[in-house]
């Protein structure tokens, strides 16, 4: 049977309009949100169907995985993985929202902790615990997200919940500064780790900086820039759908080494 040319050209326009499906790893930048990164490569890819695996904060960095076209249906799945994170807190301010965001308040403290209590300290919260999110947090409280009402002052604190921390290293402690690495699953808020070692320590608790080295098997070594992204062709920085189903299946069940 003969094909027109009019049928094939048919054909040829069906197969450009379907959009490309897979991962993009972004190094998102200090002070965009993640929202708003997502709608800027989205004009770039011209994929409408995209949405990103967890957000991060305006004031944090790092790796930031945005799914285009089917690799939506992925997102649950890289929000399970493992996530590891450098840190940089004061022990010596506070605020109600624990980092950059809002104005810090000097907190008096008897004495600077010594660095064995610094670690010490740590270990209390590896493995499962329950952690309270910050009050200025986009948690949902009846659908309405927490920060919201706690502009308001309508509410105080939120409930805890289990989260896991599987291990949590200390790098650099000089009073009041201290610096972590912190690899924990689901739901954790280093804003409220940052929170709950200060009180531990009977000090303040400030996050300070804040960048995600990896989500499972995706590193900040392999990420790319918004920049970078723009400037290239889509093919050369997606992660295709089937490799990365294949990634996060083998990362699944995977806890990241603890550093030497």
């Given at each position: 049977?003969?094909?027109?040319?009019?049928?094939?050209?048919?054909?040829?326009?069906?197969?450009?309009?379907?959009?490309?499906?897979?991962?993009?790893?972004?190094?998102?930048?200090?002070?965009?949100?993640?929202?708003?990164?997502?709608?800027?490569?989205?004009?770039?890819?011209?994929?409408?169907?995209?949405?990103?695996?967890?957000?991060?904060?305006?004031?944090?960095?790092?790796?930031?995985?945005?799914?285009?076209?089917?690799?939506?249906?992925?997102?649950?799945?890289?929000?399970?993985?493992?996530?590891?994170?450098?840190?940089?807190?004061?022990?010596?301010?506070?605020?109600?929202?624990?980092?950059?965001?809002?104005?810090?308040?000097?907190?008096?403290?008897?004495?600077?902790?010594?660095?064995?209590?610094?670690?010490?300290?740590?270990?209390?919260?590896?493995?499962?615990?329950?952690?309270?999110?910050?009050?200025y947090s986009s948690v949902k409280i009846k659908g309405v997200p927490a920060y919201k009402l706690a502009q308001k002052n309508k509410i105080e604190r939120l409930e805890p919940r289990p989260v896991i921390i599987h291990w949590l290293v200390v790098t650099r402690y000089e009073w009041p500064e201290l610096d972590f690495e912190v690899a924990c699953g689901r739901g954790t808020y280093i804003r409220s780790l940052i929170r709950d070692w200060g009180r531990a320590l009977k000090t303040g608790g400030c996050l300070t900086s804040l960048r995600r080295l990896a989500v499972g098997p995706f590193t900040t070594d392999t990420a790319h820039t918004p920049e970078h992204i723009e400037a290239k062709p889509l093919a050369e920085v997606l992660i295709p759908l089937e490799e990365a189903r294949e990634q996060i299946s083998r990362a699944r069940a995977q806890v990241p080494p603890r550093p030497p």
């Open positions: 049977m003969r094909v027109s040319r009019r049928e094939m050209d048919a054909d040829s326009s069906n197969e450009k309009r379907v959009p490309p499906a897979g991962l993009l790893v972004v190094d998102k930048p200090v002070g965009i949100p993640s929202t708003r990164l997502l709608y800027r490569l989205r004009r770039t890819t011209g994929v409408r169907k995209s949405g990103h695996a967890g957000a991060l904060d305006p004031l944090a960095s790092g790796v930031l995985i945005l799914c285009l076209g089917k690799a939506t249906k992925l997102v649950e799945a890289l929000m399970h993985l493992s996530k590891i994170y450098r840190a940089t807190a004061r022990l010596d301010v506070t605020n109600p929202g624990y980092d950059l965001e809002m104005d810090l308040e000097p907190v008096s403290v008897e004495g600077p902790p010594t660095a064995e209590e610094v670690v010490q300290a740590a270990r209390r919260f590896e493995g499962p615990i329950l952690q309270a999110p910050p009050t």
